[in-house]
């Protein structure tokens, strides 16, 4: 099995910034990709930001320029870094994780973290 614990959420204003960090421990081989998405209120979840195992990063428009997705491979650790945040961006992130358990399956499972709230007051 695998956990993903998150770290980092809170209340904070307009214009600030927060940074939210995700650790991923359990039976691990591999990692190919971890990210953060999100999900405000009567609202459907949606992705923010990812990154491969590789460096490759991926983000949702609304946070370029101000979101910042890293990774530690050897800590199974993946960070993001928020500035600018605005009202809008309130919302439960979620971590995400493609694990590879094994080395003799080939098979790749997704892990979801329990969520840290972020509230932005305006």
């Known amino acids: 099995q695998v956990q993903l614990v998150e770290s980092g959420g809170g209340l904070v204003q307009a214009g600030g910034s927060l940074r939210l960090s995700c650790a991923a421990s359990?039976?691990?081989?591999?990692?190919?990709?971890m990210g953060w998405y999100r999900q405000a209120p009567g609202k459907q979840r949606e992705l923010v930001a990812t990154?491969?195992?590789?460096?490759?990063?991926n983000s949702a428009d609304s946070v370029k320029g101000r979101f910042t997705i890293s990774g530690d491979n050897a800590k199974n650790t993946v960070y993001l870094q928020m500035n600018g945040l605005k009202p809008e961006d309130t919302a439960v992130y979620y971590c995400y994780a493609a694990v590879r358990p094994h080395r003799e399956y080939t098979h790749v499972y997704a892990y979801w973290g329990q969520g840290t709230q972020v509230t932005v007051s305006s």
């Open positions: 990154i491969t195992d590789n460096g490759n990063t």
């Open positions: 359990g039976s691990i081989f591999s990692i190919s990709l």
